[in-house]
Antibody, heavy 120, light 109 residues
Framework: EVQLLESGGDLVQPGGSLRLSCAAS????????FNWVRQAPGKGPEWVSA????????EYADSVRGRFTISRDNSKNTVFLQMNSLTVEDTAVYYC?????????????WGQGTRVTVSS | EILLTQSPATLSASPGERATLSCRAS??????LAWYQQKPGQAPRLLIY???NRAAGVPARFSGSGSGTEFTLTISSLQSEDIAMYYC???????????FGQGTKLEIK
């Protein structure tokens, strides 16, 4: 079955860290770029970070640059998001999303999301 | 950074009616646009990519159009299962600064 499965979301205090994982199955993982997209309660999606198919290119939204790091392990079909120095504004459901064909493309496959709550 | 403005914020229509959702980009050129449907408690689902191409498995009643800075998602004959939020998404750049619109809530009368 073609799917993405996120994990790692939790309740964390401001200033804390979390590592999210996204496990892919059912397709050739290392052919595609991936993204993390978050959605705060009652808000629209917000793109967070992207990584190219080979992992050599990464990009970040201004709101997370310097605090978040995206990576991937093509041998394990998994994408990661290391989140440091978390603030309450980072509270959201975090989705992993696959680029449709090329690096700059629509997102054709999404995971079910993992919830991150930053609160004291 | 391209900003996307969706209108209306909420659209209420009857089953069988035609629904037109708009997305305006703050600048051109070379905007490439997708549309997503999101139902409560679910992840977004790709409906349209490349302005007017339906994604796999998307019913033919969904269509996308537009150019320049004005884009439209049309649902030709509303069904009850179309109740959802709809977001447009611009993705033409690398390094990416992907942008989503703020959404249109579609309600069925």
């Amino acid at each position: 079955e073609v799917q993405l499965l996120e994990s790692g979301g939790d309740l964390v205090q401001p200033g804390g860290s979390l590592r999210l994982s996204c496990a892919a199955s059912g397709f050739t993982f290392d052919n595609y770029a991936f993204n993390w997209v978050r959605q705060a309660p009652g808000k629209g999606p917000e793109w967070v970070s992207a990584i190219t198919a080979g992992g050599g290119g990464t990009e970040y939204a201004d709101s997370v640059r310097g605090r978040f790091t995206i990576s991937r392990d093509n041998s394990k079909n998994t994408v990661f998001l290391q989140m440091n120095s978390l603030t309450v504004e980072d509270t959201a459901v975090y989705y992993c999303a696959k680029c449709f064909r090329t690096t700059k493309d629509a997102f054709d496959l999404w995971g079910q999301g993992t919830r991150v709550t930053v609160s004291s | 950074e391209i900003l996307l403005t969706q209108s209306p914020a909420t659209l209420s229509a009857s089953p069988g009616e035609r629904a037109t959702l708009s997305c305006r980009a703050s600048q051109s050129p070379n905007v490439n646009l997708a549309w997503y449907q999101q139902k409560p408690g679910q992840a977004p689902r790709l409906l349209i990519y490349g302005i007017s191409n339906r994604a796999a498995g998307v019913p033919a009643r969904f269509s996308g159009s537009g150019s320049g800075t004005e884009f439209t998602l049309t649902i030709s004959s509303l069904q009850s299962e179309d109740i959802a939020m709809y977001y447009c998404h611009e993705y033409h750049t690398w390094p990416p600064m992907y942008t989503f619109g703020q959404g249109t809530k579609l309600e069925i009368k």
